[in-house]
T-cell receptor, first 118, second 114 residues
Framework: AQKVTQAQTEISVVEKEDVTLDCVYETRDTTYYLFWYKQPPSGELVFLIRRNSFDEQNEISGRYSWNFQKSTSSFNFTITASQVVDSAVYFCALSGIFWDNQGGKLIFGQGTELSVKP | DTGVSQDPRHKITKRGQNVTFRCDPISEHNRLYWYRQTLGQGPEFLTYFQNEAQLEKSRLLSDRFSAERPKGSFSTLEIQRTEQGDSAMYLC????????????FGQGTRLTVV
């Protein structure tokens, strides 16, 4: 069975602090995708990153960075110098491969609500 | 706007009534997904289409739920004889199939059954 666990339900930080959101996943698949989505108060899920299981290189995009460690089944997300606009619920998700008829659906974690205070 | 659009954004209905939601995916996307999200939880997969074919349905999708995607374009999700437990946000997403893209989500339809 596939499962995604985000143990941190809520995190509160002060602007300009760095914050790391944890994500641990379970899957029997040897190839899979991992994702992070942001859900602001407006409700729409916004895609942040997709990482495939072949590639364990860390990725940085502006103030965002992701640390994928296959050995510990973790895909953590760090926001550097947080801003008030980063306040949202963040979801980690897992998917099978897309190129067959069974892949593509996302298994989401329960989300971490991040509150960045000025 | 070329994103995924859902209609209506909000729906309040009485228990026992039928409701139908519509999703218009990004035009070149051949995969379309429906998810349900309850308060404080992550979205849960309901069903998905590859073009007009419905390829998978979650066991969450009881007999009262039906989804269609005629001609592989827009999709509808109908809930018959609504129950209070159906109150949730219903999210639609679309993607390119074949390993070519991530899923893009609409803003959702919030259903309240009273």
């Amino acid at each position: 069975a596939q499962k995604v666990t985000q143990a941190q339900t809520e995190i509160s930080v002060v602007e300009k602090e760095d914050v790391t959101l944890d994500c641990v996943y379970e899957t029997r698949d040897t190839t899979y995708y991992l994702f992070w989505y942001k859900q602001p108060p407006s409700g729409e899920l916004v895609f942040l990153i997709r990482r495939n299981s072949f590639d364990e290189q860390n990725e940085i995009s502006g103030r965002y960075s992701w640390n994928f460690q296959k050995s510990t089944s973790s895909f953590n997300f760090t926001i550097t110098a947080s801003q008030v606009v980063d306040s949202a619920v963040y979801f980690c998700a897992l998917s099978g491969i897309f190129w067959d008829n069974q892949g593509g659906k996302l298994i989401f974690g329960q989300g971490t609500e991040l509150s960045v205070k000025p | 706007d070329t994103g995924v659009s859902q209609d209506p954004r909000h729906k309040i209905t009485k228990r026992g009534q039928n409701v139908t939601f519509r999703c218009d995916p990004i035009s070149e996307h051949n995969r379309l997904y429906w998810y349900r999200q309850t308060l404080g939880q992550g979205p849960e997969f309901l069903t998905y289409f590859q073009n007009e074919a419905q390829l998978e349905k979650s066991r969450l999708l009881s007999d009262r739920f039906s989804a269609e995607r005629p001609k592989g374009s827009f999709s509808t999700l109908e809930i018959q004889r609504t129950e209070q437990g159906d109150s949730a946000m219903y999210l639609c997403a679309s993607s390119l199939g074949g390993g070519r893209g991530e899923a893009f989500f609409g803003q959702g339809t919030r259903l309240t059954v009273v």
